[in-house]
């Protein structure tokens, strides 16, 4: 938006897991340098078209048929539905939706910091492990799968470049009712950390090594 002869405002939005931090500030210098009469490419600027090659050799390698089979083996049967389905909705029709936003407190959430460091973990734990506490007491379910985004950004190029890096990964953790909060978190941080060493497959790979279609659904989680 034009706010002056010699100033504008520009507004980006966009989605934490998509446009890091590095990448979008990398947007905002180069629009900048372009401003000033600086037209010559940066030197060494890093590419996306690198990661999609790299991707591309990945899955022309044996590992993706090593993670496939993990998660088969570890998915041998869909979870059952964690919610169950409120609407029935045809592929072109459109719901109605909603939100509640709660805000947490800076002071809580260091408390939560802190409480999770204690124990060597984090505070994604923690929140993982409130979730999972959660739907095993209102629900039956005998696992609570939870949908984790990964970033996918190994290296630090990566942290400078635009493009679609995420993915999800389905984390199941079986009900214990006699696990405590603590043994709940180190249970959802074994989970993660053994999961995370096939996060590299794509969740729609994973949706068909175990054959998720069959059961009407679109993802293994719900939450």
Known sequence: MRISKRHNITSIADFQLKMADKAG???????????SGVD????????????????????????????????????????????PARFAMANDSASTSGKLIWQMSRATFDDIQTYASKRGL????????????????????????????????????HKQMLGMFSSINPIGVPVDTSRNFEAQMHAMADELKRCYRHQRLPISDINREVQLTRTGRRQMFDV
């Open 25 to 35: 500030k990398a947007v905002i210098d180069e629009y900048n340098r372009l401003l």
């Open 40 to 83: 010559e490419p940066i030197a060494n600027a890093p590419s996306y078209t690198t990661f999609i090659e790299a991707e591309q050799a990945y899955m022309a390698s044996e590992r993706p048929e090593r993670d496939r089979a993990f998660w088969r083996q570890r998915y041998p049967s869909v979870p059952p539905a964690l919610l």
């Open 122 to 157: 984090t505070a994604p734990h923690f929140f993982l492990a409130l979730i999972h506490s959660y739907f095993s007491r209102i629900t039956n379910a005998e696992e609570i799968v939870i949908g984790v985004p990964v970033h996918n950004r190994t290296k630090a190029q």
